[in-house]
């Protein structure tokens, strides 16, 4: 089945920039989604991207998709503590509609 | 915006006893998705809905049921209750069903807090 790997943790200073990265191998993906959880609360979708496309933009936000090496990264510029959370990469699977990687934890220092 | 709608956020409840959770989807949405995420664990699917029928089975124990209803909502009921399903159970819903080729991504709940003594 369709397997999505992250790095569990990540530390950087508040107005750093942030790079959490995935990968994952069901090479069929058409989206590849990035969802922030904080402490106690729900899945929030942050930013997705289409697999025909190698980066898009979104505020403070960068996503690179490298379909051959089947490797995604989010780039958060300018972090703040309010960034602090969990980050999880999701790709469709074969057989369900989201696989999730098992999140990153973003830790912001001020 | 109006976004998913879950009730009740917390349940307690003891073993072998039965949950019902609620999920109302974004307005127009037709599509709904249930996930269990425990303690530390990425969310794992559980089953999906289409316009009221079943349209995707994943990780869902026989003692778990669900349906959704004529206006969209969804209700996923969980009978004999153990300690391993204390979790937190996300709804999610989209406009169709997402998967391939369908830029429809899912929308998730704040989620139930489900705990089993």
């Known amino acids: 089945g369709e397997d999505v790997e992250q790095s569990l943790f990540l530390s950087v200073r508040e107005g750093d920039s942030s790079v959490i990265n995935c990968t994952y191998t069901d090479s069929s993906s058409t989206y590849l989604y990035w969802y922030k959880q904080e402490p106690g609360a729900g899945l929030q979708l942050l930013t997705y991207?289409?697999?025909?496309?190698d980066m898009k933009q979104d505020q403070r936000l960068t996503v690179l998709l490298n379909k051959k090496d089947k490797h995604l990264s989010l780039r958060i510029a300018d972090t703040q503590t309010g960034d602090s959370a969990i980050y999880f990469c999701a790709d469709y699977g074969e057989n369900t509609p989201l696989v999730f990687g098992k999140g990153t934890r973003l830790s912001v220092i001020a | 915006a109006a976004g998913v709608i879950q009730s009740p956020r917390h349940l307690i409840k003891e073993k072998r006893e039965t949950a019902t959770l609620k999920c109302y989807p974004i307005?127009?949405?037709?599509?709904v998705y249930w996930y269990q995420q425990g303690p530390g664990q990425d969310p794992q699917f559980l089953i999906s809905f289409y316009e009221k029928m079943q349209s995707d089975k994943g990780s869902i124990p026989d003692r778990f049921s669900a349906q959704q209803f004529s206006d969209y909502h969804s209700e996923l009921n969980m009978s004999s209750l153990e300690l391993g399903d204390s979790a937190l159970y996300f709804c999610?819903?989209?406009?169709?069903?997402?998967?391939?080729?369908?830029?429809?991504?899912?929308?998730f709940g704040n989620g139930t807090r489900l705990t089993v003594t």
């Open positions: 307005p127009r949405h037709d599509t």
């Open positions: 999610a819903s989209s406009l169709g069903p997402s998967g391939q080729g369908n830029d429809s991504p899912l929308h």
């Open positions: 991207i289409f697999s025909n496309m």
